[in-house]
């Protein structure tokens, strides 16, 4: 049973244009929600978080929206550049404490020059 | 300077072997866990622990038990490896257990340890 879905295995955006990665949840008791971004050979590490009193989270070029009715996420990085080339992961939970995490399977992106 | 290390990088090994993967975190913080990988690439939590608590994820076998010197380290020990433990496993480390996590107590990984079971 996956509570954290992310069904575009991989993206491929043309650097400067828009990179939109997107994460459904099963969970309706999740309320606080995570990005990390991950690069070969290297651990995950945060980006950016959103709690549900909010519908948007925004930190330089990342912003993060929440839908909860539909139960959906996403992440819009603009302008999108090679260095975000990456596996980004989404993280759910029905608190914020860090064993109760859940995972989605991730999505690469890969941004062209 | 590394945050939350851990090593090996890579382990090969029989059927049957026990091996220890460790982990040591320098960020001072109270609670760590480790993560497994697996071949669908979801990251699922086997254990948190800190000096007061350890959580176990009910899936994770008995045959992996974690094992902790001091607050800084966080080892995985793996008794009669299964060709079903090949995955890449991850540490991780945060502020403290029970106090929710704010976007500067978030979750800090370790690079990961690659484990291949023959």
């Known amino acids: 049973d996956q509570q954290v879905k992310q069904n575009s295995p991989s993206l491929s955006v043309q650097e400067g244009r828009i990179s939109i990665l997107n994460c459904d949840y099963t969970?309706?008791?999740?309320?606080?929600f995570l990005w990390y971004k991950k690069y070969p050979a290297e651990g995950p590490t945060f980006l950016i978080s959103i709690s549900s009193i909010k519908d948007k989270n925004e930190d330089g070029r990342f912003t993060v929206f929440l839908n909860k009715s539909a139960k959906h996420l996403s992440l819009h990085i603009v302008p999108s550049q090679p260095g975000d080339s990456a596996v980004y992961f989404c993280?759910?939970?029905?608190?914020?404490?860090?064993?109760?995490?859940?995972f989605g399977p991730g999505t690469r992106l890969s941004v062209l020059p | 300077d590394t945050a939350v290390s851990q090593t090996p990088k890579y382990l090969v090994t029989q059927m049957g072997n026990d091996k220890s993967i460790k982990c040591e975190q320098n960020?001072?913080?109270?609670?760590m866990y480790w993560y497994k990988q697996d071949s669908k690439k979801f990251l699922k939590i086997m254990f948190s622990?800190?000096?007061?608590?350890?959580?176990i994820n009910e899936t994770v076998p008995n045959r992996f038990s974690p094992k902790s010197p001091d607050k800084a380290h966080l080892n995985l020990h793996i008794n009669s490896l299964e060709l079903g433990d090949s995955a890449v496993y991850f540490c991780a480390s945060s502020q403290e257990l029970g106090q929710g996590l704010t976007s500067n107590e978030k979750l800090f990984f370790g690079s990961g340890t690659q484990l291949s079971v023959l």
């Open positions: 960020l001072g913080h109270d609670t």
């Open positions: 993280a759910a939970s029905k608190d914020n404490y860090g064993q109760n995490f859940v």
């Open positions: 622990y800190n000096n007061k608590e350890l959580i």
């Open positions: 969970n309706s008791m999740f309320d606080y």
